[in-house]
């Protein structure tokens, strides 16, 4: 697995190189949100050729998020058109505070739901992409000190061409916050990965207790990569979801109208496009533990899972992972994206890889400016030691 992810960043590489050696005549376009829903067929395209898959800003995903969650009116496409087809884009808001200062900026749009904020560009677009977004900034800046990304990741094809294309122009940036992930990437066997994950004591206490759920009924893993029955499987893992912790806390996506219609949209819409795994462990018929994995080829993206807490001293929550662990087998799949915080308690012991996940702060408009940012980026690095001035 891990050869094929050497092979995927060979090629994009190709396709950076190919971008600077020869800029192609393209053109990109601030547009509201709700232009981008008469492409969706276009969209779906430039999603299954991008240099670097983001599930969360296809159109499966990003529709109704934009649609069933608040704040959103503000909310605008950066559109990049190359040869005449759809060719990149990018979700952006012109946001007046920066997290605790009123430091007004142009942000890249994330939520608290969307797990990567890589721009979904065409592959060998990588480099165009980047010039024609920065180009439009400088000459729209408005308010703004800066432009700032959330959710790259770093060493990635869209990371690796933006630093080309920020030190080709001698744009400064700085990367303000640096967070480590768990991934899987590994050419092991399922079997052979969780031999060197997990000591042979946890080992041996998995068996046990896939051991005793078995003494309780019928214990099936189910794996479904179809649309069928989508709306039961939404209906289930919203009410288990919502009986454990997150419902108490007020965080399970039924707990709001806009989260539970976006999340059912969304899952709707990806299993249609064949775009989504469901893994579900079931007793006697009844859900235990489920995970939603959005299937991005080369990456995938566990996005959601719950279990049922009072079944804790199974592991049901572990032993679906377990189960997981088959995606090692996939040939089109070089790697996982937990898309769990940083330092998860669970997934953290059993997927032994990290991604690298930053937020990046550049330098648009004219000189002014870009020194007055200069200065600003600078005193934020030196209080996040997780940042680091370029």
């Given at each position: ?109 994330l939520h608290a739901n969307c797990f990567c904020g ?43 061409a933006l630093e080309d294309v920020l030190a080709r ?67 289930d893992f919203l009410v288990l979801e919502a009986a ?147």
């Amino acid at each position: 697995m891990a050869s094929k992810a050497k092979d995927e960043i060979a090629r994009s590489a190709a396709g950076v190189e190919a971008g600077l050696a020869h800029v192609p005549e393209a053109s990109l376009t601030c547009v509201p949100w709700r232009a981008l829903e008469a492409e969706t067929d276009a969209w779906d395209r430039l999603a299954l050729d991008a240099a670097e898959p983001n599930p969360f800003f296809e159109s499966w995903y990003l529709l109704p998020s934009l649609r069933h969650l608040p704040d959103t009116g503000g909310v605008r496409i950066l559109r990049f058109e190359h040869a005449g087809r759809l060719a990149g884009l990018l979700p952006v808001v012109r946001a007046a505070r920066y997290y605790r200062w009123p430091v007004p900026q142009i942000a890249s749009w994330l939520h608290a739901n969307c797990f990567c904020g890589v721009p979904l560009v065409a592959r060998g677009c990588e480099v165009p992409f980047w010039q024609a977004v920065l180009n439009w900034a400088d000459a729209h800046p408005g308010s703004a000190l800066f432009m700032h990304l959330r959710g790259i990741a770093l060493g990635g094809p869209l990371h690796k061409a933006l630093e080309d294309v920020l030190a080709r122009e001698g744009r400064h940036a700085g990367t303000v916050h640096l967070e480590k992930r768990a991934m899987l990437a590994s050419d092991l066997s399922p079997e052979g990965y969780l031999e060197v994950s997990l000591s042979g004591k946890k080992r041996k206490e998995l068996r046990r207790q896939a051991k005793r759920l078995s003494e309780e009924g019928k214990a099936l893993f189910a794996r479904r990569t179809d649309a069928a029955d989508i709306d039961k499987w939404c209906d289930d893992f919203l009410v288990l979801e919502a009986a454990g912790w997150k419902g108490k806390a007020g965080s399970a996506l039924a707990c709001n109208a806009g989260t539970e219609r976006m999340f059912r949209e969304s899952m709707e819409g990806a299993a249609r496009r064949g775009r989504l795994e469901r893994l579900t462990l079931t007793l006697d018929g009844r859900p235990l533990a489920m995970l939603a994995t959005f299937q991005a080829p080369p990456g995938a993206f566990s996005y959601k899972t719950a279990f049922d807490e009072r079944f804790a001293r199974f592991s049901p929550g572990v032993l679906l992972q377990r189960e997981n662990l088959a995606v090692l087998e996939r040939q089109d799949i070089a790697w996982s994206d937990s898309c769990a915080s940083a330092d998860h308690p669970m997934i953290d012991h059993l997927w032994r890889e990290r991604s690298r996940i930053g937020r990046l702060s550049i330098a648009i408009g004219g000189r002014l400016r870009r020194s007055v940012f200069r200065q600003f980026v600078r005193a934020e690095t030196a209080r996040n030691p997780a940042g680091f001035d370029r």
